[in-house]
């Protein structure tokens, strides 16, 4: 298995360009996730996906759109790219549904590094 | 103010040590308390995870959860060289909802 892969892994922008990172993952897992992570804020979550053809937001889903057509599959866009877009971005993914204190591992890609010049 | 706080550190401390992560909430509904490890330059991975409150043991780590006082630690015991990273807690209010991550904590262990 590869896991959950991510490109690119580094990229440049100017400001107002447009851009899709790809993440891709081979479990067949139902959830999947992006975040992005800036210096002393953690792991903040965009948005999310319970499912294919379901997405939902997550804390800071301004100027970014996702679609998930496949399980496989969950592209983060980038509408017009801004500085204050400059971050660490990871795709996560993992089984969906548990209970009975049950937690399900998310499992992280490698991250794609932007810069928004 | 977060929902989850968590000191940034940086902390060092010198190999052989006994080291306490922590991390403080403010949401009751949290039942899931999760430790993520990340290395420089990698994505996070689960180091172990705790349901409602209570300890948990791995190995030279241990996970202490207060519900009570929304508090949770880390411990490492016996610290190694290779334990030098980034730890984030992060916390969910089931199996399925979102996760909420503290901003991490960077652990150096000297040799």
């Known amino acids: 298995n590869a896991g959950v892969t991510q490109t690119p892994k580094f990229q440049v922008l100017k400001t107002g360009q447009s851009m899709t990172l790809q993440c891709a993952q081979d479990?067949?897992?139902?959830?999947m996730s992006w975040y992005r992570q800036d210096p002393g804020m953690g792991l903040r979550l965009i948005h999310y996906s319970v499912g294919a053809g379901i997405t939902d937001q997550g804390e800071v889903p301004n100027g970014y759109n996702v679609s998930r057509s496949t399980t496989e599959d969950f592209p983060l866009r980038l509408l017009s790219a801004a500085p204050s877009q400059t971050s660490v971005y990871f795709c996560a993914s993992s089984y969906a549904r548990s209970g009975g204190g049950s937690y399900n591992e998310q499992f992280f890609g490698p991250g794609t590094r932007l810069t928004v010049l | 103010q977060k929902e989850v706080e968590q000191d940034p550190g940086p902390l060092s401390v010198p190999e052989g040590a006994i080291v306490s992560l922590n991390c403080t909430y403010s949401?009751?509904?949290?039942?899931?308390f999760m430790w993520y490890r990340q290395y420089s330059r990698k994505g996070p991975e689960l180091l172990m995870y705790?349901?409602?409150?209570g300890n948990k043991e791995d190995g030279r780590f241990t996970a202490q959860v207060d519900k009570s006082s929304k508090y949770i630690s880390l411990f490492i015991r016996d610290s190694q060289p290779s334990d030098s990273a980034t730890y984030l807690c992060a916390m969910s209010a089931s199996s399925a909802s979102k996760i909420i991550f503290g901003s991490g904590t960077r652990l150096s262990i000297r040799p």
């Open positions: 479990m067949n897992h139902e959830y």
């Open positions: 949401n009751s509904a949290f039942q899931y």
């Open positions: 705790t349901y409602s409150s």
